[in-house]
Structures are given as structure tokens and as C-alpha cells.
């Protein structure tokens, strides 16, 4: 079964840290660049971050040095650590991957809620 899993989400005070995973299953997770998307309400999904199958990574500016985004390619595992988090980091976050044809999954996204 073809499917991302996210985890980890959850209530944090400002300044707090969380870490999110996101769990592959059903894919050659090498053939796949991961990434992780946050949706706040009222506001359009936006890009995170996001690694390639060699760990090379790219940020939103909103969350360079603050987030950091890694892939365990033999547990077809990705995670997104975010540290000092804002109120404005508060939004859904979803999993997402993306191969060389084209082809997209998302994860059915994980609450994050930086509120004091």
C-alpha cells in the first residue's frame, strides 16, 4: 500500500521544539525527493523544506536555521525538527513526495499549535 504516514505533531509553547516524522511505505523511497508543506487556516499550503535521495536540503526562508529537515532512506523515514518555534509556525503539516515523472503523494497532515 502506497502511503506517507506523519506523526509527532502536537501543542508547544513559543520557543519550544517539536519533531515530526513522516513514515514511507509502497515506494522506492531512494527514487523520491521528501518534503514537508504546512497549510495554516485561511492561508494556501506553502513549502517547507524539502531533501533530496543524496540529503541535499532547501528551506523556506521563514524557517532557515530554526528547522531542520533529514531522511533515514534504509527506514524510508523523513523528518522535519523544528526548533524556536513562532506562533506563525502553528498550521497542518503534511509529507509530501515527488519523483523525477512527475508523481506526488501527500500524508494526511499533522497538527502543529505554538501557542503559550
Known amino acids: 500500500q502506497v502511503q506517507l504516514v506523519e506523526s509527532g505533531g502536537g501543542l508547544v509553547q513559543p520557543g519550544g521544539s517539536l519533531r515530526l516524522s513522516c513514515a514511507a511505505s509502497?515506494?522506492?523511497?531512494?527514487?523520491?525527493?521528501m518534503g514537508w508543506y504546512r497549510q495554516a487556516p485561511g492561508k494556501q499550503r506553502e513549502l517547507v523544506a524539502t531533501?533530496?535521495?543524496?540529503?541535499?536540503?532547501n528551506y523556506a526562508d521563514s524557517v532557515k536555521g530554526r528547522f531542520t529537515i533529514s531522511r533515514d532512506n534504509t527506514k524510508k523515514m523523513v523528518y522535519l525538527q523544528m526548533n524556536s518555534l513562532k506562533p506563525e509556525d502553528t498550521a497542518v503539516y503534511y509529507c509530501?513526495?515527488?519523483?523525477?515523472?512527475?508523481?506526488?503523494?501527500w500524508g494526511q497532515g499533522t497538527q502543529v499549535t505554538v501557542s503559550s
Open positions: 509502497g515506494i522506492i523511497f531512494n527514487d523520491f525527493r
Open positions: 531533501i533530496t535521495s543524496a540529503s541535499m536540503a
Open positions: 509530501h513526495a515527488e519523483n523525477d515523472y512527475g508523481r506526488r503523494l
